[in-house]
T-cell receptor
């Protein structure tokens, strides 16, 4: 079964710290991988999209990496701020199986303490 | 603003009632999706569509129906609401193969 796993489920860090969120997937045959942010009671906001041919993508203080051979992606957040507190979701589009759908991890709930 | 619009934002249903969750997008995307999100869980795909007139089941389709008569609209129908359908429902769309997904703001449904 094609799955996506995010560990840890929750993370609490002091403001200013650099941090890494982890995402692992079970099949290296992926089309692309997308990181989302979800604030409590809100919808999903796309942060970064990495195509299978890419190794990383950057947007401001965020950097996402992709290693298909090991089935892993990381989201690096530099100089964290209280406003970064949210749940971060990793989603993978697999190349095979149920076509054209995203498979989601359960998310990492991040709290940045002032 | 261009994007995916969902209505209503909140709804309380009684067991056995029916309702339609509306989803519309103005980006001319062919691909549209319905997901549900339960507390502490990832999103699960209910139904998807690859274009007007074409729909298919996802991972958790039981108790739901969809239609896609236009490119813009992809409504989700609940015929006989059950407490197990209490969830947050998200609609999403995607353009070409390399595009990421754009999500709506969600509909929070409670069945009592």
């Amino acid at each position: 079964k094609q799955e996506v796993t995010q560990i840890p489920a929750a993370l609490s860090v002091p403001e200013g710290e650099n941090l890494v969120l982890n995402c692992s997937f079970t099949d290296s045959a992926i089309y692309n991988l997308q990181w989302f942010r979800q604030d409590p009671g809100k919808g999903l906001t796309s942060l970064l999209l990495i195509q299978s041919s890419q190794r990383e993508q950057t947007s401001g203080r965020l950097n996402a990496s992709l290693d298909k051979s090991s089935g892993r992606s990381t989201l690096y957040i530099a100089a964290s701020q209280p406003g970064d507190s949210a749940t971060y979701l990793c989603a993978v589009r697999y190349s095979s199986g149920s076509a054209r759908q995203l498979t989601f991890g359960s998310g990492t709930q991040l709290t940045v303490l002032p | 603003n261009a994007g995916v619009t969902q209505t209503p934002k909140f709804r309380i249903l009684k067991i056995g009632q029916s309702m339609t969750l509306q989803c519309t997008q103005d980006m001319n995307h062919n691909y549209m999706y319905w997901y549900r999100q339960d507390p502490g869980m990832g999103l699960k795909l209910i139904y998807y569509s690859v274009g007007a007139g074409i729909t298919d089941k996802g991972e958790v389709p039981n108790g739901y129906n969809v239609s896609r008569s236009t490119t813009e609209d992809f409504p989700l129908r609940l015929e006989l609401a059950a407490p197990s359908q209490t969830s947050v429902y998200f609609c999403a769309s995607r353009g070409t193969e390399g595009d990421g997904y754009t999500f709506g703001s969600g509909t929070r449904l409670t069945v009592v």
